[in-house]
């Protein structure tokens, strides 16, 4: 127990001679965001993953077979999106390589702007633009999960969690040994339980312009952090070996 909360705080205050420097606490920022936007795409877009690709392929296998309540457009609209966000984000990885603390600001700059347009348009629509609202939320979302890749910090990716739940029982010690990183596994996990309840307590009182702005607001957070910190000599800038 001891160790499992020790990791839980190095994790939320990095010591100063981290390898990752500030990044743990602003990925998990970033858990919390998905959060919150696989709430607003589930509850509040008709059933598709904009975040999840995992869910929402099996969700267009789904639909595919006429399941009712599930829209293959929706899906493939979702998937196209996200796929042409991470292609950008790949490239803006390529361009920032040499600071991970810039690339994360510059990344979540922009998603910042396409999730604020995500709550503008929805706002400006009273809620009946679905598509729009897709299209700018898997853009966003491609380009975290492609930067969060690049970044490299193990077990914070940001928008799945299956592989860090399936690291937290495979790598479950014996007793006197420590597992490797299962606070932060634990931390990551409940960042996008605590995303998920906000949410979804927005969207089923009828808030789906506040969730977006909720979820715009720690996207700017996290640039304005990661702007701040990112020293152009900081130990932790290069990328993760």
């Known amino acids: 127990m001891h160790a499992l909360l ?4 190095r994790t939320l205050v990095p010591p100063r001679t981290d390898r990752h420097g500030p990044l743990p606490p602003l990925m ?3 858990t919390v965001a998905t959060g919150v936007v696989d709430a607003v ?5 008709g059933h598709v993953f904009v975040a999840n690709m995992t869910g929402n392929v099996v969700f267009l296998g789904f639909a595919l077979a006429g399941a009712a309540g599930l829209s ?6 979702s998937l196209a999106s996200f796929l042409t966000g991470a292609l950008a984000g790949g490239r803006l990885g390529n361009r920032m390589a040499a600071h991970r603390g810039r690339l994360l600001a510059a990344a979540t700059a922009v998603q910042t702007v396409l999730t604020a347009a995500a709550a503008a348009t929805a706002a400006a629509s009273d809620g009946d633009a679905r598509y729009a609202l897709i299209v700018l939320l898997g853009l966003g979302m491609g380009l975290q999960n492609a930067v969060a890749r690049r970044l490299g910090v193990p077990d914070l990716t940001t928008t799945v969690l299956t592989l860090t ?3 937290l029982a495979a790598d479950s010690a014996p007793a006197g040994a420590a597992a490797p990183r299962q606070g932060r596994r634990i ?4 960042a996008m339980l605590l995303g998920g309840v906000a949410g979804a307590a927005l969207i089923l009182h009828g808030r789906l312009t506040l969730a977006l702005g909720l979820a715009a607001l720690l996207l700017l957070a996290t640039a304005l952090t990661a702007h701040r910190v990112s020293a152009p000599d900081a130990h932790w800038a290069p990328p993760a070996a």
């Open 187 to 190: 931390l990551s996990a409940l």
């Open 6 to 9: 020790t990791d839980a705080v």
């Open 72 to 77: 293959a457009t929706a899906s493939l609209v």
């Open 41 to 45: 795409s589930y509850l509040g877009l």
């Open 28 to 30: 998990l920022l970033l």
């Open 165 to 167: 739940l399936t690291g």
